[in-house]
C-alpha cells in the first residue's frame, strides 16, 4: 500500500514537472496568443567590410520573445553576410518587448524580426523580396516543413 502511494506521488510530481516545462515552451501567435510589441530597439552598424562592398538589405531573424520581454534563441532566417548578420544578432539582444499573451498572462512567443541595412543607395526591392522568400522556404524545408511564422 505505502509503495502505491509512493508510485503515485513520483507520478504526480513527473506530471506537475512536466507540465511546467509545457508552460514554458514558446508559442506561435494566434489562436488567443496575443504578439510581443516592442519596448526598445537598438539599430545595429554597418560593418566596414559591407560598406565597402556597398551591401545592403533586409535581414530576417526567428527570436524567442520570453516571459519577460526578453530576446532568446536567435535564428538568421535570412542572410546577408559581411558580418551584417553577427550586427543584427548582437542589436536584437538588447531589443526588450512587452512580452507576448495569452489569456492576458505573458508567455513565451516565436517571433520574426526584419533589419534592414541601407547606405541610401537604392536597390531592386523585388529582387530582394524574392531573396527572402526564397531563404524563408529553404529555413522552413530544413526545419522540416514548419513554418516560421
Do not use: C
Amino acid at each position: 500500500m505505502n509503495l502505491l502511494r509512493i508510485t503515485v506521488w513520483i507520478a504526480a510530481l513527473a506530471a506537475l514537472g512536466l507540465a511546467q516545462r509545457d508552460a514554458d515552451k514558446p508559442l506561435y501567435v494566434g489562436g488567443g496568443v496575443k504578439p510581443p510589441q516592442v519596448k526598445y530597439k537598438v539599430e545595429p552598424s554597418f560593418t566596414d567590410e559591407a560598406r565597402r562592398a556597398h551591401v545592403q538589405g533586409t535581414l530576417a531573424l526567428s527570436i524567442v520573445v520570453d516571459k519577460t520581454g526578453t530576446t532568446k534563441d536567435i535564428f538568421v532566417v535570412n542572410p546577408l553576410g559581411f558580418g551584417l548578420d553577427e550586427r543584427a544578432i548582437a542589436a536584437v539582444e538588447q531589443w526588450r518587448f512587452e512580452p507576448g499573451t495569452k489569456n492576458g498572462q505573458p508567455v513565451a512567443v516565436y517571433a520574426d524580426v526584419e533589419v534592414t541595412f541601407s547606405l541610401g543607395m537604392s536597390y531592386d526591392k523585388k529582387a530582394e523580396e524574392r531573396r527572402m522568400d526564397y531563404n524563408r522556404a529553404v529555413t522552413t524545408l530544413a526545419r522540416g516543413g514548419m513554418t516560421i511564422r
